[in-house]
């Protein structure tokens, strides 16, 4: 800290309020603090003996500066970030950084990618305690926040949703699994993280959420002036639907329902939102057609139930958003089982949401248990992660939301596993997610490796597929990412194979290729 004095003024205290870099050497900046007393201009005088004095001490600040803000930094790059596998430093979420050598003063603010990211305390106390563990640190203020809002793609969305981060879709492509009532529920959990969260019903023939939650004000406004929809409010969630409308249920054709559909989710004013949740309506028609083309969905999570006739409709859907690049990041398996004289009893059979996640390589499965409870909240207009906090069912919703918040910032981030053709040796190359490893695969082997219901038959588990089908020199037309959890390969007979990351971990690998490089 140093301190100026000039005849008839106050003390003025100057602090390294910031750092600039010129010609490869940090410069401070120094501002005066001054009461509000004392607000007015102040000259100061001096003689040459006083600069340079002051001058030397300046450099000495300047250069205690620069140490200490190296310090911090590499203090700081000690926390690793779990999802992306890399330093907070490094990822860019140390902001405004402020240090004060005299004092052991040291301020900063951590910028995370989502408010809802479940480890923001704890990186809010490693951050604390690495900083704090410096010799020279008195006294540490770390503050919280999080990015601005924005899609990835703001230029090309309708203005209702150029401030929305994510859009998630909840899917089951058959009525009656509970899909709703997981849509509800991952909403509020989601905004019990902390997050800014909308709410949208996509089904005009039967829509459940005014049935689910209680607003209010359970109509529709609009904007006279925009032209926009106004969307309605439950406990800090905006919620629009089609029963908001006044109109209760539609009867309607295909085509005039899409038309709806397309208003009601580009033209209401949804504002900064960090999750817009989609609750899709049964099916893979128009509709859902229309809402996987009209807006960028960032990720689905598939809604089934233990049947096995259940698991052949969700197997439509997650093929529905393969086909338009929409990853699948988690499957809830509603009503699995209850609790009953010390047993756990599955009256509905077992297996199919793990049979989802072999066959598609979706990452994630959550099972939820059948709770009166969760039945009587969805009619109550209370949900039940609202109702009960603390309950089972809420503790699986919270596991969701986290599942969701994390994958959803890997896809933003596009931190996926780099799988590419190199035609100068005719091989397709793999780096595996969250790891170093990189090998390379026969095209062939690949093709001849597809586990879809063209190549297997999904109920006996005969193979379809013959090995003579595939030419040895197929070469594949297209390789694309489907999220953070397998490719889509085109080949040239038309086939689009989802190929998960870990089904290419186990295939048969090349060996005689030539040395990896970098990816």
């Given at each position: 800290?140093?301190?100026?004095?000039?005849?008839?003024?106050?003390?003025?205290?100057?602090?390294?309020?910031?750092?600039?870099?010129?010609?490869?050497?940090?410069?401070?900046?120094?501002?005066?603090?001054?009461?509000?007393?004392?607000?007015?201009?102040?000259?100061?005088?001096?003689?040459?003996?006083?600069?340079?004095?002051?001058?030397?001490?300046?450099?000495?600040?300047?250069?205690?500066?620069?140490?200490?803000?190296?310090?911090?930094?590499?203090?700081?790059?000690?926390?690793?970030?779990?999802?992306?596998?890399?330093?907070?430093?490094?990822?860019?979420?140390?902001?405004?950084?402020?240090?004060?050598?005299?004092?052991?003063?040291?301020?900063?603010?951590?910028?995370?990618?989502?408010?809802?990211?479940?480890?923001?305390?704890?990186?809010?106390?490693?951050?604390?305690?690495?900083?704090?563990?410096?010799?020279?640190?008195?006294?540490?203020?770390?503050?919280?926040?999080?990015?601005?809002?924005?899609?990835?793609?703001?230029?090309?969305?309708?203005?209702?949703?150029?401030?929305?981060?994510?859009?998630?879709?909840?899917?089951?492509?058959?009525?009656?699994?509970?899909?709703?009532?997981?849509?509800?529920?991952?909403?509020?959990?989601?905004?019990?993280?902390?997050?800014?969260?909308?709410?949208?019903?996509?089904?005009?023939?039967?829509?459940?959420?005014?049935?689910?939650?209680?607003?209010?004000?359970?109509?529709?406004?609009?904007?006279?002036?925009?032209?926009?929809?106004?969307?309605?409010?439950?406990?800090?969630?905006?919620?629009?639907?089609?029963?908001?409308?006044?109109?209760?249920?539609?009867?309607?054709?295909?085509?005039?329902?899409?038309?709806?559909?397309?208003?009601?989710?580009?033209?209401?004013?949804?504002?900064?939102?960090?999750?817009?949740?989609?609750?899709?309506?049964?099916?893979?028609?128009?509709?859902?057609?229309?809402?996987?083309?009209?807006?960028p969905l960032t990720a689905a999570v598939i809604v089934t139930t233990p049947q096995k006739l259940a698991f052949i409709d969700v197997a439509k859907g997650v093929?529905?958003?393969?086909?338009?690049?929409?990853?699948?990041?988690?499957?809830?398996?509603?009503?699995?089982?209850?609790?009953?004289?010390?047993?756990?009893?599955?009256?509905?059979?077992?297996?199919?949401?793990?049979?989802?996640?072999?066959?598609?390589?979706?990452?994630?499965?959550?099972?939820?248990?059948?709770?009166?409870?969760?039945?009587?909240?969805?009619?109550?207009?209370?949900?039940?992660?609202?109702?009960?906090?603390?309950?089972?069912?809420?503790?699986?919703?919270?596991?969701?939301?986290?599942?969701?918040?994390?994958?959803?910032?890997?896809?933003?981030?596009?931190?996926?596993?780099?799988?590419?053709?190199?035609?100068?040796?005719?091989?397709?190359?793999?780096?595996?997610?969250?790891?170093?490893?990189?090998?390379?695969?026969?095209?062939?082997?690949?093709?001849?490796?597809?586990?879809?219901?063209?190549?297997?038959?999904?109920?006996?588990?005969?193979?379809?597929?013959?090995?003579?089908?595939?030419?040895?020199?197929?070469?594949?037309?297209?390789?694309?990412?489907?999220?953070?959890?397998?490719?889509?390969?085109?080949?040239?007979?038309?086939?689009?194979?989802?190929?998960?990351?870990?089904?290419?971990?186990?295939?048969?690998?090349?060996?005689?290729?030539?040395?990896?490089?970098?990816?």
């Amino acid at each position: 800290m140093i301190s100026l004095h000039a005849s008839s003024s106050p003390a003025l205290t100057f602090h390294c309020s910031s750092l600039q870099t010129k010609a490869g050497v940090l410069h401070a900046v120094a501002t005066p603090f001054l009461s509000q007393r004392h607000s007015k201009a102040v000259c100061i005088s001096y003689n040459r003996s006083s600069l340079s004095s002051f001058t030397a001490k300046a450099t000495s600040a300047e250069v205690t500066c620069q140490t200490a803000e190296i310090d911090v930094l590499k203090a700081l790059s000690k926390i690793i970030d779990p999802d992306f596998g890399t330093d907070i430093v490094s990822c860019g979420f140390v902001k405004d950084l402020l240090v004060n050598v005299a004092t052991g003063e040291v301020s900063f603010r951590l910028e995370l990618t989502t408010p809802a990211c479940p480890i923001k305390d704890l990186f809010e106390q490693q951050a604390n305690d690495e900083v704090a563990a410096l010799p020279w640190v008195n006294r540490v203020n770390v503050t919280m926040s999080a990015q601005p809002a924005r899609p990835i793609y703001a230029a090309d969305l309708p203005m209702g949703l150029q401030t929305v981060s994510n859009i998630v879709a909840v899917s089951s492509c058959k009525g009656g699994v509970g899909k709703s009532t997981v849509a509800v529920n991952l909403a509020y959990t989601l905004a019990g993280m902390g997050a800014r969260v909308g709410l949208f019903d996509a089904d005009v023939y039967g829509p459940s959420l005014p049935t689910m939650v209680s607003p209010e004000n359970r109509l529709l406004e609009m904007n006279p002036e925009k032209k926009t929809i106004i969307p309605t409010e439950y406990l800090g969630v905006k919620l629009v639907s089609f029963g908001f409308a006044g109109q209760g249920r539609a009867i309607m054709r295909g085509p005039m329902v899409s038309g709806v559909i397309n208003q009601l989710l580009t033209t209401s004013e949804w504002g900064e939102l960090d999750y817009l949740i989609v609750d899709m309506p049964p099916g893979t028609g128009d509709i859902q057609l229309t809402l996987c083309q009209v807006v960028p969905l960032t990720a689905a999570v598939i809604v089934t139930t233990p049947q096995k006739l259940a698991f052949i409709d969700v197997a439509k859907g997650v093929r529905m958003f393969s086909k338009l690049k929409v990853p699948c990041v988690a499957v809830v398996e509603n009503m699995c089982h209850f609790d009953a004289d010390g047993k756990r009893h599955y009256p509905f059979g077992r297996g199919s949401g793990s049979q989802v996640v072999e066959q598609f390589g979706i990452p994630h499965l959550f099972d939820l248990p059948i709770r009166p409870s969760l039945s009587a909240s969805g009619d109550s207009g209370v949900p039940e992660v609202v109702a009960d906090p603390q309950s089972e069912v809420a503790t699986i919703f919270q596991d969701l939301g986290v599942c969701v918040v994390q994958q959803c910032a890997k896809i933003r981030q596009r931190v996926s596993t780099a799988v590419t053709y190199d035609k100068s040796f005719k091989a397709i190359r793999v780096k595996v997610p969250d790891s170093e490893e990189e090998f390379y695969l026969h095209p062939a082997t690949v093709r001849r490796n597809d586990r879809s219901a063209q190549s297997v038959d999904e109920w006996t588990g005969e193979q379809k597929l013959a090995y003579t089908d595939i030419p040895e020199d197929i070469e594949p037309e297209e390789i694309r990412p489907m999220g953070n959890y397998a490719v889509s390969i085109v080949w040239p007979d038309g086939f689009n194979q989802i190929a998960p990351y870990d089904q290419l971990q186990n295939m048969e690998r090349l060996v005689d290729v030539p040395q990896l490089s970098p990816v």
